[in-house]
């Protein structure tokens, strides 16, 4: 029996459709900047700025997950313009977490992830508006 990320995971469609993709970035910004809740608090966070609190390597990890979704967009057929602004999420992301400890704070307000997230669904909603799913 699968439970936790495996079945999150064994549930992800594999298709380059556009439905699919939006389903897998959708997972990974989830994953990323929502996946849990700061104990006392109603404030979501993600793998990203747990990975920020280990210092150089998880930054980079987390950098690298998050490319992930520039990707998938670059498959999506998205301008180089649109691309570049998500590389420029990213990668300023990237350098905030280089700091060590004290990166994992703008963090928590700078969420390179649902930002690029953000980009996609604009392009996907114009360009594959078959692809918009009803969130439950």
Do not use: C
């Amino acid at each position: 029996m699968a439970t936790g990320w495996t079945a999150a995971a064994k549930d992800l469609p594999l298709g380059k459709d556009p439905a699919h993709i939006r389903r897998r970035i959708e997972a990974m910004e989830h994953l990323l900047e929502r996946s849990f809740t700061i104990p006392g608090t109603r404030f979501p966070v993600g793998l990203d700025v747990v990975l920020d609190l280990v210092p150089g390597i998880g930054t980079t990890v987390a950098a690298a997950m998050g490319a992930y979704m520039a990707w998938e967009a670059r498959n999506l057929g998205m301008s180089k313009t649109q691309i570049a602004r998500m590389a420029g999420n990213v990668g300023f992301d990237w350098a905030l977490g280089m700091i060590p400890w004290v990166g994992a704070i703008p963090d928590l307000f700078f969420r390179s992830n649902s930002r690029n997230l953000k980009i996609i669904r604009k392009h996907l909603d114009k360009h594959h508006p078959a692809s918009v799913t009803i969130e439950q």
